[in-house]
T-cell receptor, first 110, second 112 residues
Framework: NAGVTQTPKFRILKIGQSMTLQCTQD?????MYWYRQDPGMGLKLIYY???????DKGEVPNGYNVSRSTTEDFPLRLELAAPSQTSVYFC?????????FGQGTRLTVV | DAKTTQPPSMDCAEGRAANLPCNHS???????VYWYRQIHSQGPQYIIH???NNETNEMASLIITEDRKSSTLILPHATLRDTAVYYC?????????????FGEGTQLTVNP
């Protein structure tokens, strides 16, 4: 049981490039979330999903897209990377007893 | 989800109890109180949650006032490794489909 796994751990992107942040959970949780955390700040919700085939916007969705074709996977897509998207990204899944977080992806856009 | 208010920072001596307060005066009857912590750049970690009654687990105790408008997270014997940002969240249970949103939390520093 690996919990929530995020890849990659680190990435440097050039402005305008695209990439997909991967998130996989093996706990059969229906609810999954993507957050970003800027230095010294709290977590901001980007997108979330309440089950396969269902996604919804969070507080800061602009510049991102998600999909949820399976219960296990919830990838986050950046289409045209901008310096403002430099941040640490966390994926999470939840059950009634609490949320489980991945270890994060540190993304730098230069 | 109800809004919460936490002090931005607190200090505690190693070995002493750390008592972290949270105000949630607009909490609804079906909303739980959840506590998470984030240790320097790691993913947040679930600590404990409760609805009405006080709760205790291997990590901490949660004391909820009778009117449910505030709560206190207690770390009974704080260690240096408990230095972290602690988040108090109130929401309908985790699998309700509602958003899981975080405030700014309390930075707890445990001093030797």
């Amino acid at each position: 049981n690996a919990g929530v796994t995020q890849t990659p751990k680190f990435r440097i992107l050039k402005i305008g490039q695209s990439m997909t942040l991967q998130c996989t959970q093996d706990m059969n949780h229906n609810y999954m979330y993507w957050y970003r955390q800027d230095p010294g700040m709290g977590l901001k919700l980007i997108y979330y999903s309440v089950g396969a085939g269902i996604t919804d916007k969070g507080e800061v969705p602009n510049g991102y897209n998600v999909s949820r074709s399976t219960t296990e996977d919830f990838p986050l897509r950046l289409e045209l990377a901008a310096p403002s998207q430099t941040s640490v990204y966390f994926c999470a899944s939840t059950e009634t007893s609490g949320a489980f977080f991945g270890q994060g992806t540190r993304l730098t856009v230069v | 989800d109800a809004k919460t208010t936490q002090p931005p920072s607190m200090d505690c001596a190693e070995g002493r109890a750390a008592n972290l307060p949270c105000n949630h005066s607009t909490i609804s009857g079906n909303e739980y109180v959840y506590w998470y912590r984030q240790i320097h750049s790691q993913g947040p970690q679930y600590i404990i949650h409760g609805l009405k009654n006080n709760e205790t687990n291997e990590m901490a105790s949660l004391i909820i006032t009778e009117d449910r408008k505030s709560s206190t997270l207690i770390l009974p014997h704080a260690t240096l490794r408990d230095t972290a940002v602690y988040y108090c969240i109130v929401r309908v249970e985790e699998t309700s489909g509602s958003r899981l949103t975080f405030g700014e939390g309390t930075q707890l520093t445990v001093n030797p």
